[in-house]
């Protein structure tokens, strides 16, 4: 079990998806562009293209960023099936699981823009009519998952991306029928688009945040007990970590002579911000201890570890409480 957390891996996974997310939205609006076999005045239609074609292959490289960073990040409970599987993740299944859908059918349509040539035109077209399939399911896994997903400068993004699209789309649509008429058209579907990713990053998929370096929690404490024994001295180590809305990893080390305790040490490490909180061990009991430790900011912490005795050295039935000073 490791004792040390990186948060980076967390961070490169939010800066990945929501990169991915703008690019794809960049893609899909040149895409629109192209269709209606009308480019910008200054560009010529190969420029475009290249553009739309470069930008397929970011939104790629972000995505499987954003996959192994989160493969790789101890905290979140991702297996390898959870990763591949819609729907079967613990964490916001419906939103994950409408992800991990999205990115595979991103990889599909991927495969047959690489088979373009062997395949007919129409075929080819009526797939590559996924790509709004791809970029409506990434909106709605960012709303749905994203830690960020309701902050101020979150959402202006998912706005902004979504009036975006929505404009491109209506303009696409209507301009061969309607003509000037689009304009007014294109700009309420702005305000539309942006309604209604405003209201659900602040209404019914709010980001609810679990406690970050709480103060007080009792979490279910797993881990287990070793013993090293030596000539006149032993070392009892208990590795362990907390499972709940404030998951922490912790450590308690004691050093014993024959019926007397001369040295402790104690660590605990919240998760996800990697925070310690140091100290010792006050009080030992077969099965449990306290301790006293001090965070960086000056900050005490009573910690009370609490387990059953299991047939092996595994904790069974624990808890770990913690509580200002």
Known sequence: MHLTSNPVDWYAARAAGITAYLLLSGVVVVGLTLSAKKTFPRWPRFAVEDVHRFGGLLVGAFVSI??????????????????????????RPIWVGLGIATVELLLAIAVSNH????????????????????????????????????????LALYAIAASAVAAAVVWRVGRARLGARTAPLAGIATVIASLLVVTLGLGPLRFRPSPWNAADFTETLTGQVGQLNGVSRAIVSMVG?????????????????????????????????????????????????SALCRLATGERRSIR???????SSALAGGTIAAHSV
């Open 305 to 311: 570890a609490q387990w059953q005795v299991g047939n």
């Open 115 to 154: 088979y373009r040539r062997r395949i007919p035109y129409r075929v080819w077209r009526r797939v590559h009519y996924l790509n709004f399939a791809v970029w409506a399911g990434a909106t709605v896994h960012g709303l749905g998952s994203g830690t960020d997903r309701s902050a101020s400068w979150a």
């Open 241 to 289: 970590q907390g499972h709940g809305r404030q998951p922490v990893l912790v450590r308690a080390d004691l050093l014993l002579a024959p019926n007397k305790l001369l040295k402790t040490s104690f660590q605990m490490e919240y998760l996800p911000s990697g925070e310690l909180c140091t100290g010792n061990v006050t009080k030992v009991q077969a099965t449990g201890f």
């Open 66 to 91: 954003h996959v192994v960073a989160i493969a790789i990040d101890a905290w979140l409970p991702f297996s390898f099936a959870s990763l591949i599987i819609p729907f079967v993740s613990r964490y």
